[in-house]
């Protein structure tokens, strides 16, 4: 029994190591851009870091429920619910390239545009309206390219529901 159990833990260890050797860059360079701190020099980003390492230890401790769901995916979604849930606390610039960006657009913007999620799966992950993620997207959009000047600092707006 314990042979097995062992067997079973090294096997979920090294199903999740392989995952990570192949997505952790990724999802550190989202992170990064989430927290909005510099992307260089490497070590510059110590809040995406711990953003990324609390979603992976999350990630690892559900690897076995996965059935099927994507690892990453399932990892993206808890960085934007631990970084929303973070905006609450504090928000600083931190020198980052979308530091102009209040937390909410950058939220977006990097689910949108950077990850390529949906707008409709983004509405779901945020519990905001399709048509609300559209226009903060637009908004975000606008003031990276400087056509629309930044707004004030603004925190993270609570949707009306929670996600799912």
Known sequence: MRERQAGRERRRAQEFGTFVAG????????????????????????RAQRLLTAA???????WERLRGEDPYDRTRRELAARFAHEVWRHHRPRGGPLDRLPPQERLVLVLRLYEGVTEEQA???????????????????????????????RGWHRPTEAAP
């Open 23 to 46: 997505a952790a860059g990724r999802l550190l360079h989202t992170a990064t851009l989430l927290t909005a701190e510099p992307l260089l020099p490497p070590g510059a980003n110590p």
């Open 56 to 62: 992976l230890a999350h990630t690892y401790a559900q």
């Open 123 to 153: 509405a779901v992950l945020l519990g905001l309206p399709v048509d609300r993620i559209r226009a903060i997207c637009n908004r975000a959009v606008a003031t990276m390219r400087g056509t629309r000047r930044p707004t004030a600092r």
